[in-house]
């Protein structure tokens, strides 16, 4: 008789191209279980938002699972020891797992392996991490090079199918009811323009890429447009496992033209990880230790406790900033464009170091994803591994008209709503604020002055 395989899920919430759950249905009857962890110490527990995402993807997952004769099992705790103690209790032979990558999930995988025959497999990325390397084989630390060495490799395996049947063991264990996990926001109940815009789950993730099949031809031209849907808004969908890179690769691969720059942008997500495998204290620590340093405002003052809560808010009198801090509010996601100009907004106009806008979209994003944030946060502080971006400041307003954020910010700012362009842009400056918009909490020239002095305190140090 076969013997019972544990199938451990954490950022791979999906039936189909799942080798874990395809390699443990041939092995035995299956237990398909997802451990939340908030109690290894060192482990990033997520934030608010992918709270939210996580239980409607588990629930998702639950729904699809059940009429294929299976179901979800729900525990809690330090993932490593409840799996090993499910696997005993199970009497199961093998844990099968997809490889994940954060510092934390490592270490997971490492303790859990000393106690039970665990059996990883790839999925979650085009490449397994550090198996893209220059010719004298050392991990590539600049994106350019490390996307035409990955591309040599492209396409990826084709992906699998979802199966039709998981066999089942004759006594499902115990598992935890996903209400009392108490996921979801409560009093208030701040996930409405959540639940509105998106569907967590793998079905919400092949919707959002058949939808996002039709537009894929103009991504170069629209991307950077936050007014219009020109992205694929797959990013949470990707961050929980719920669609594969592969996935997206295999959809568009023969689409041509600009698509290939929408696949470099999730060879981006590849690189991110590639960089974090290589720092795993990435999202807590300077690559550039020069930068540690830099004379950041100090947010336990009041002042500069102030402008931070502005800038969260989104009431820092720069309508670009505030729409994306409204937009990340309301939704749980903000245009790359706008994550790029508050990011700079934060560091350089308010000099707070960076690392508190890391938390608080950690907190905020819903696609809130250790390695993307991490990179993309020291990629704009100019902190990271590749070039050094402190420099290039970016101004908010001109950002704005040159992506024509006109509509974007009428939507997202409604006190600026019935302001024409150019007016919405900068409404301080047309004198055109209203009452009940805020002037800007420091001029961009003042900013800049500010930031480019205080750089020149660390620069040439290391
Ligand atoms: C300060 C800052 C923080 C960010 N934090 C995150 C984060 O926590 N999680 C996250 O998934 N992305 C993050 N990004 C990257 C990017 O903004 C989002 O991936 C993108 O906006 C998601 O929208 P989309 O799915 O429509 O993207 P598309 O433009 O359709 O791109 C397709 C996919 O490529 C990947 N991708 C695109 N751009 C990047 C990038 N710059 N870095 C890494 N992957 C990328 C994403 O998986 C995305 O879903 C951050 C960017 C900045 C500037």
Redesign the pocket.
């Given at each position: 008789m076969k013997k019972t395989q544990i199938l451990w899920l954490r950022r791979d919430l999906r039936l189909s191209d799942q080798a874990a759950l395809v390699a443990a249905a041939a092995a035995g009857p299956v237990i398909p279980v997802y451990v939340l962890d908030d109690e290894t110490p060192r482990h990033r527990n997520m934030g608010g938002a992918s709270r939210w995402w996580l239980h409607h993807s588990l629930a998702a997952l639950d729904r699809q699972l059940r009429p294929l004769g299976s179901r979800l099992i729900l525990r809690r705790g330090k993932a490593a020891e409840v799996i090993a103690e499910l696997a005993q209790e199970a009497g199961a032979s093998a844990v099968h797992c997809i490889r994940h990558y954060e510092p934390w999930w490592r270490n997971a995988e490492r303790a859990l392996a000393d106690k039970v025959d665990l059996v990883r497999h790839d999925g979650n990325y085009l490449m397994p991490m550090g198996s893209v390397r220059t010719g004298s084989g050392a991990p590539y630390k600049i994106y350019t090079p490390f996307w035409r060495e990955l591309s040599k490799h492209m396409p990826p395996p084709e992906p699998l199918p979802a199966p039709d049947s998981i066999p089942s063991p004759q006594n499902w264990p115990h598992s935890d009811s996903l209400e009392d996990w108490a996921l979801l926001p409560d009093k208030p109940n701040w996930a409405v323009g959540m639940a509105e815009m998106w569907t967590p789950g793998e079905y919400g993730a092949q919707t959002r890429l058949a939808d996002?099949s039709g537009r894929a031809a103009q991504?170069d031209e629209k991307?950077n447009f936050p007014s219009i849907e020109?992205?694929?808004?797959?990013?949470?969908?990707?961050?929980f496992g719920e669609i594969t890179?592969a996935q997206?690769w295999h959809a568009h691969r023969t689409a041509g033209g600009s698509v290939e720059v929408?696949l470099k942008?999730?060879?981006?997500?590849?690189?991110?990880q590639n960089v974090v495998f290589q720092y795993p204290d990435y999202g807590s620590k300077n690559a550039r230790d020069n930068f540690d340093a830099f004379p950041w405002r100090d947010v336990t003052k009041q002042d500069v406790a102030a402008d931070l809560k502005a800038w969260q808010a989104g009431r820092t009198g720069y309508p670009i900033v505030d729409a994306g801090m409204r937009e990340l509010w309301a939704t749980g996601?903000?245009?790359?464009r706008v994550?790029?100009i508050?990011?700079s907004f934060l560091i350089k106009h308010i000099l707070i170091d960076w690392r508190e806008?890391?938390k608080w979209?950690?907190d905020t994003?819903c696609?809130?994803?250790?390695?993307?944030?991490?990179?993309?946060?020291q990629?704009?502080a100019g902190t990271g591994v590749d070039s050094n971006m402190f420099v290039r400041i970016m101004a908010p307003l001109s950002q704005s008209e040159k992506f024509d954020a006109g509509d974007y910010i009428r939507k997202w700012v409604p006190e600026l709503a019935d302001l024409d362009d150019p007016y919405v842009h900068d409404p301080d400056e047309f004198g055109r604020k209203p009452a009940d918009y805020p002037a800007k909490i420091i001029g961009h020239k003042e900013a800049r002055e500010r930031a480019l002095a205080a750089y020149a305190r660390i620069k040439g140090q290391s």
């Open positions: 996002f991504y991307r020109g992205t694929s808004f797959l990013s949470p969908h990707l961050h890179p997206a929408f942008e999730i060879v981006w997500r590849e690189y991110a996601w903000m245009h790359n994550r790029m508050t990011a806008g890391e979209f950690w994003l696609d809130a994803d250790y390695a993307s944030n991490a990179v993309n946060w990629w704009t």
